[in-house]
């Protein structure tokens, strides 16, 4: 089945700073990258999402880049604030219209 | 327009005790999941429901009976608890137009406690 990597396990950034996070994934047939961010005790929420027919995709201070051909996609923080320390999952599709997740990365900004 | 409910919102269990989770939508969506959530170790599906009347095994189904009663519904049972089932269970649904994945909309979990 679908394997997803998610690196690093923790971030600790300055406030203002940028973050990226990265996953790997094994099935060259995924063709949908969701990112999701979990506070905590909350219930896991869409950010940004970016599907195989695309390289970049940015909403204001989010950007997630795909690169199919290596099979890893990022996700990019810019001009961090305090409001966006959680944890950010990435996900894939397995083809079978479910997604498996990344085990997550716990970011910490620092005012 | 309340998304996807989940109840209970608490369950302490003891050990061999059954208990079923229910989740309903309001989105008119077709597909429904269920996922559990450890520490450290993200989200992993259990069972999903690609539409009204299937339902398929996810990652981690052993333990766990799903039923998708209806459009609106996806009940999860755990027929007999154990202890290894101690976790968060999130439902999810999405809307899938024809075969292209759109996305998950979770619901606010179950924390389940087992004895």
């Known amino acids: 089945g679908e394997n997803v990597e998610q690196h690093p396990s923790t971030l600790s950034v300055q406030e203002g700073d940028s973050a990226v996070i990265k996953c790997t994934y094994s099935d060259s047939a995924s063709n949908y990258f969701p990112w999701y961010k979990q506070e905590l005790g909350k219930r896991p929420q869409l950010i940004i999402d970016i599907r195989s027919n695309v390289g970049e995709k940015k909403d204001q201070r989010i950007a997630v880049t795909l690169n199919k051909t290596a099979k890893h996609f990022s996700l990019h923080i810019t001009e961090t604030q305090p409001e966006d320390s959680a944890v950010y999952f990435c996900?894939?599709?397995?083809?079978?219209?479910?997604?498996?997740f990344g085990s997550g990365t716990r970011l910490q900004v620092q005012p | 327009n309340a998304g996807v409910t989940q109840t209970p919102k608490f369950q302490v269990l003891k050990t061999g005790q059954s208990m079923t989770l229910q989740c309903a939508q309001d989105m008119n969506h077709n597909s429904m999941y269920w996922y559990r959530q450890d520490p450290g170790m993200g989200l992993r599906l259990i069972y999903y429901?690609?539409?009204?009347?299937?339902?398929d095994k996810g990652e981690v189904p052993n333990g766990y009976n799903v039923s998708r009663l209806n459009k609106r519904e996806f009940s999860l049972r755990l027929e007999s608890a154990a202890p290894s089932q101690t976790s968060v269970y999130f439902c999810?649904?999405?809307?899938?137009?024809?075969?292209?994945?759109?996305?998950?909309?979770f619901g606010d979990g179950t924390r389940l406690s087992i004895l």
């Open positions: 996900a894939s599709d397995t083809g079978r219209r479910a997604l498996t």
């Open positions: 429901s690609a539409s009204e009347g299937t339902t």
């Open positions: 999810a649904s999405s809307a899938q137009d024809r075969g292209i994945n759109q996305p998950q909309h």
